[in-house]
């Protein structure tokens, strides 16, 4: 089993930058793959990025080119680097991983975090 917790979240303006952690622990050596989803009130849950552990990567189109995604040499914590942030960034951003890499980009994988909020004020 894994567990997974997320750090980072927070008010910042618009334009502005955050980076979010997301610290695994328990079974680390069955990940394959992590990934961030958020969501909106009032939204269904989405992808935001997605990373394996060949390091390939995996971003939705609207946070192309403005967020990073990248993991430790471990493996164990992964990371969330959001520049240009923009009022649709708001969300409750959430923290997954899998042994299997299709599962975390269909929202499948089996561990999820807790949760952090961002809120990007205009």
């Known amino acids: 089993q894994v567990q997974l917790v997320e750090s980072g979240g927070g008010l910042v303006q618009a334009g502005g930058s955050l980076r979010l952690s997301c610290a695994a622990s328990?079974?680390?050596?069955?990940?394959?793959?992590m990934g961030w989803y958020r969501q909106a009130p009032g939204k269904q849950r989405e992808l935001v990025a997605a990373?394996?552990?060949?390091?390939?990567?995996n971003y939705a189109d609207s946070v192309k080119g403005r967020f990073t995604i990248s993991m430790n040499n471990a493996k164990n914590t992964m990371y969330l680097q959001m520049n240009t942030l923009k009022p649709e960034d708001t969300a409750v951003y959430y923290c997954?991983?899998?042994?299997?890499?299709?599962?975390?980009?269909?929202?499948?994988?089996?561990?999820w975090g807790q949760g952090t909020q961002v809120t990007v004020s205009s």
């Open positions: 997954t991983a899998d042994g299997a890499a299709w599962k975390v980009v269909a929202g499948a994988a089996g561990s």
């Open positions: 328990g079974n680390i050596f069955s990940i394959n793959a």
């Open positions: 990373i394996a552990s060949d390091l390939t990567t």
